[in-house]
């Protein structure tokens, strides 16, 4: 059982700290990309309407490091209630009640009502409103430029700068009785011309395993 930050945040870290030969230049960077998500049941749904913004290195990094710490913090604090949550989540996976006789299925009904799952429950709130907090605190950083995707989730920016730049974005998706929150933190790379996908595996949040 292990815990991480998903968008690979510790491959980002040696990124934060490294220090870039290029970052004197004045270069000219252009961006295309598309915002969407993708259903459990394969379909894409394309985000319009969604700011897209480019923040500085700079102005990321301290509060990048400050989320990571309150990550440390919340894990160990509530790691009890994690681990329940963990085995939960596991458990219910590996569930095929279509398989179940009907004695099996009583048994887990009676298991869905128990403490142990209101726990996990309660839990899954608390992640989220920890996500929801933190992840907007490094998602406010100054911007630099911005611009909103169209229909279709498309957006391109053009831009000129020195040092290193992230591209910051925040979504939300009605689906059925509750909203979504989806939030992306990319770093730019230092070529001329790129294409950025704000989908599931740039997502960041925080997941438990």
Known sequence: MWYRISMNTKSLLPILFS??????CNSQKSIDGQVFVSTKGGESIKLGSVAVSVVKEKDFTPLFIKFTNSVSLFLSENKSEIENYIKVIQYMKELKTDEM????????????????VKRAENMAKKIDEFNTANIDSICSCPIEYSITTDAEGKFHLSFKGRGGYFLVAHAERRT???????????KIQNTSNQTILLNNSSMVELELF
């Open 101 to 116: 006789s009907d004695y099996e299925l009583r048994q887990f009904r009676n298991w869905s009502s128990s403490t142990t």
């Open 19 to 24: 220090t870039i030969l290029l970052c004197g």
């Open 176 to 186: 059925f009785d509750k909203t979504e929150s989806y939030y992306w933190i990319v």
